[in-house]
C-alpha cells in the first residue's frame, strides 16, 4: 500500500467514499429493478427494496407525480445523489487532513 494511503484521515476518506457509493449503488438497483418490474415476491428483490425503502426513508415520497415509476426514480434517485455528494464532499475533506 503506498505511504499515501497509509494515514488514518486517508483510511477513513476511502471508507466514507465506498459506504456512500454502496448506498447509492442500493438506491439505484431498486430504480431499476422497478422500472424493469423485477420480481417482488423474490428474496433478493425483497432485501434490495426493503433496504432502498430504508435508505430513502425521508425521500421516497417527497413528490408527487402522476406516474408511479416517476416518483420511484425522483424519490429514490433523489435519496442516490445526496448519498454520493454527501458522502464523496466528507470522504474529500477526509482526504485533506
Given amino acids: 500500500m503506498s505511504p499515501r494511503y497509509r494515514n488514518g484521515a486517508n483510511q477513513a476518506g476511502t471508507i466514507i467514499a465506498v459506504v ?7 438506491l439505484g438497483l431498486w430504480i431499476l429493478m422497478y422500472l424493469l418490474d423485477a420480481n417482488r415476491a423474490n428474496d433478493f428483490v425483497q432485501f434490495i427494496h426493503d433496504a432502498a425503502r430504508w435508505l430513502a426513508g425521508w425521500s421516497h415520497d417527497l413528490f408527487t407525480f402522476d406516474e408511479a415509476w416517476a416518483r420511484v426514480v425522483a424519490g429514490y434517485g433523489l435519496a442516490a445523489v445526496v448519498y454520493l455528494f454527501v458522502g464523496h464532499a466528507i470522504a ?5 487532513h
Fill in 20 to 26: 456512500a457509493d454502496i448506498m447509492a449503488l442500493i
Fill in 92 to 96: 474529500n475533506r477526509a482526504h485533506r
